[in-house]
């Protein structure tokens, strides 16, 4: 499997944040996995922030819940997160990932791809 984000690396304070993960060789629909968006701001440790399973089922920290939102397309194999009114404090490397069976530790990891917020 693999996952390869794309998105913006630049947004501005208030913005919308879009990022897309595509996946290869695995469909996202397969019964028991889940898909999900991971950040990791600069000196901080990981963030676990949202997951869609493979039925469509939504999951969000809630933390983020009123800012953000997980979508799919199938018919690319596509997921991608929405994340609304950000801040600088969203300034993060952000990692599309997958699981298996729990949303508890990923098995699979995209690149990651950098996201600053600023005017």
């Known amino acids: 499997v693999q996952l390869q984000e794309s998105g913006p690396g630049l947004v501005k304070p208030s913005q919308t944040l879009p990022l897309t993960c595509t996946v290869s060789n695995g469909s996202i629909t397969t019964d028991y996995y889940y898909w999900g968006w991971i950040r990791q701001p600069p000196g901080e440790e990981l963030e676990w922030m949202v997951a869609i399973a493979w039925s469509g089922s939504t999951y969000y920290t809630p933390s983020l819940k009123n800012r953000a939102s997980i979508s799919r397309d199938t018919s690319k194999n596509q997921f991608t997160l929405q994340l609304g009114s950000v801040t600088p404090e969203d300034t993060a490397v952000y990692y599309c990932?997958?699981?298996?069976?729990?949303?508890?530790?990923?098995?699979?990891w995209g690149q990651g791809t950098q996201v600053t917020v600023s005017s």
């Open positions: 990932v997958r699981y298996h069976r729990t949303v508890m530790a990923a098995d699979y």
